[in-house]
């Protein structure tokens, strides 16, 4: 059973950064799919970043590119979100996600909520302006 426990969340001003963390016990992050995604107030939950397992190729929300990088530490079993340039509608709950199956994963797409079967309990993101 997969667990992932989300920290680093908290309020800044527009421009300014966060680094989420994800910390993963019950499996490893490079045979995992790992992603970040994030749901504000009556709003779907929509694929931030994606890093994709034994590749370690990353897939981004075009909302994000070129502000927001998904990375791993395999030694240390942990996934980051690192969020520079931050803005009021980047403002939501974070969450981390992962999943195992290679065949789910695929057959949802990587920005899919759905691909993914194990969540954390999310950490909050606030961005004013």
């Known amino acids: 059973q997969v667990q992932l426990v989300e920290s680093g969340g908290g309020s800044v001003q527009a421009g300014g950064s966060l680094r989420l963390s994800c910390v993963v016990s019950g499996g490893t992050t490079s045979a995992l799919y790992m992603g970040w995604f994030r749901q504000a107030p009556g709003k779907a939950r929509e694929g931030v970043a994606v890093i994709i397992a034994g590749s370690g190729s990353t897939v981004y929300a075009d909302s994000v590119k070129g502000r927001f990088t998904i990375s791993q530490d395999i030694a240390e079993n942990i996934l980051y979100l690192q969020m520079n340039s931050l803005r009021p509608e980047d403002t939501a709950m974070y969450y981390c996600?992962?999943?195992?199956?290679?065949?789910?994963?695929?057959?949802?797409?990587?920005?899919?909520?759905?691909?993914?079967?194990?969540w954390g309990q999310g950490t909050q993101v606030t961005v004013s302006s």
């Open positions: 996600s992962a999943e195992p199956s290679s065949w789910r994963w695929a057959a949802k797409g990587p920005m899919d909520a759905e691909a993914y079967t194990y």
